[in-house]
């Protein structure tokens, strides 16, 4: 039995790593560090490409930024998109 190998077939993933930081300018308190995981899956043959990518993978709680201690902005949850293109 011989083995088939899926040309054009790729994966990727992305680490992402941020550290505690200030929450505002007055430096009056700070926001924690978070680790998120990006990932995609893609198919590419020719002129033709399909991928899904999915944006923080494990659905971790994060705070993206803030401008003070009432306006902090949390981060995306688990995000799946999916795309289809075609190269002209």
């Known amino acids: 039995m011989s083995e088939r190998t899926v040309k054009g077939l790729g994966f ?3 680490l992402f790593y941020v550290g505690e930081r200030q929450g505002d300018l007055a430096n009056t308190f700070e926001l924690p560090s978070y680790f998120r995981t990006d990932a995609t899956i893609f198919y590419k043959r020719d002129r033709f490409r399909a991928a899904i ?3 923080n993978l494990f659905d971790v709680d994060y705070f993206e930024s803030a401008s003070n201690r009432v306006n902090v902005f949390p981060g995306e949850p688990l995000v799946v998109q999916g795309t289809v ?3 002209f």
């Open 85 to 87: 293109s075609w190269q």
């Open 12 to 14: 990727g993933v992305g």
């Open 53 to 55: 990518n999915f944006k």
